[in-house]
T-cell receptor, first 115, second 112 residues
Framework: AQSVSQHNHHVILSEAASLELGCNYS??????LFWYVQYPGQHLQLLLK??????LVKGIKGFEAEFIKSKFSFNLRKPSVQWSDTAEYFC?????????????FGAGTRLFVKA | DTGVSQDPRHKITKRGQNVTFRCDPI?????LYWYRQTLGQGPEFLTY????????KSRLLSDRFSAERPKGSFSTLEIQRTEQGDSAMYLC??????????FGSGTRLTVV
C-alpha cells in the first residue's frame, strides 16, 4: 500500500532563508509525485509534479523538487522564501500501475515565513 | 472554464440528518475524486469516478456514504444519518487521464 510521510509538521523561517521540506513515499513501483500548496483561505493548488525524466522538477513561484529513487524521497526546495510563501504544503503520490490515479497525501507541513 | 465548483461551501446539520454535496468538475476532465480532510491531516481518499463509473471506494466510506456521477458530469456525495465524526472538509477534485488534480474549494460540514 502506498503511504507518504512528511518530516516536519511546522516550519518557521525568516524571509530570504532557504527552504527544504522533506517527503518520503513508500510505494516500490512506478510512482507519480506531487507537491500541492494551500495558502490561507484558499483551496489546494498543484505546485509541481514529477512523472518521469529529469528528476529535478521546477514548479511555480521558484519552487523545485528532486526525485531520488534510491531514497524514496521527493523533497521540496526554494532558495529564498518570501512572506507570501506562508502556507501549508502537501506531498502526494499516486501509482499509475495500480489501475487508477488515486493520490495519497502526506499530513502536510505548515510553513510560516516571518517578514 | 472556472475550475472545479463545490456547493455548498458550508453546511451545518443536526446529527442524524442527511446531507448532499455537489461537485462540478472541469468539463474536459474524465476523472473525479472525493476526499475528506480534517484538521491537521492531509486529504484522505474517499472515492473516484472515471466518467460515470465509480471505480474505487475507500474503506473510510461507510454504508452511510454514497456518491454518484450520473452521465459522467457533476457528482454528488450523500451522507445519511450524519454523526459528529463526519464533521470535516469534503474536497472534490478532477483530473485528465494523467496529471495532477484541480481541487474545488471544498464543502465544510459541521454536525452538531
Amino acid at each position: 500500500a502506498q503511504s507518504v510521510s512528511q518530516h516536519n509538521h511546522h516550519v518557521i523561517l525568516s524571509e530570504a532563508a532557504s527552504l527544504e521540506l522533506g517527503c518520503n513515499y513508500s510505494y516500490g513501483g512506478t510512482v507519480n509525485l506531487f507537491w500541492y500548496v494551500q495558502y490561507p483561505g484558499q483551496h489546494l493548488q498543484l505546485l509541481l509534479k514529477y512523472f518521469s525524466g529529469d528528476p529535478l522538477v521546477k514548479g511555480i513561484k521558484g519552487f523545485e523538487a528532486e526525485f531520488i529513487k534510491s531514497k524514496f524521497s521527493f523533497n521540496l526546495r526554494k532558495p529564498s522564501v518570501q512572506w507570501s510563501d506562508t502556507a501549508e504544503y502537501f506531498c502526494a503520490s499516486n501509482a499509475p500501475g495500480t489501475g487508477g490515479f488515486k493520490t495519497i497525501f502526506g499530513a502536510g507541513t505548515r510553513l510560516f515565513v516571518k517578514a | 472554464d472556472t475550475g472545479v465548483s463545490q456547493d455548498p461551501r458550508h453546511k451545518i446539520t443536526k446529527r442524524g440528518q442527511n446531507v448532499t454535496f455537489r461537485c462540478d468538475p472541469i468539463s474536459e476532465h474524465n476523472r473525479l475524486y472525493w476526499y475528506r480532510q480534517t484538521l491537521g491531516q492531509g486529504p484522505e481518499f474517499l472515492t473516484y469516478f472515471q466518467n460515470e463509473a465509480q471505480l474505487e471506494k475507500s474503506r473510510l466510506l461507510s454504508d452511510r456514504f454514497s456518491a454518484e456521477r450520473p452521465k459522467g458530469s457533476f457528482s454528488t456525495l450523500e451522507i445519511q444519518r450524519t454523526e459528529q465524526g463526519d464533521s470535516a472538509m469534503y474536497l472534490c477534485a478532477s483530473s485528465p487521464q494523467a496529471g495532477g488534480y484541480t481541487f474545488g474549494s471544498g464543502t465544510r460540514l459541521t454536525v452538531v
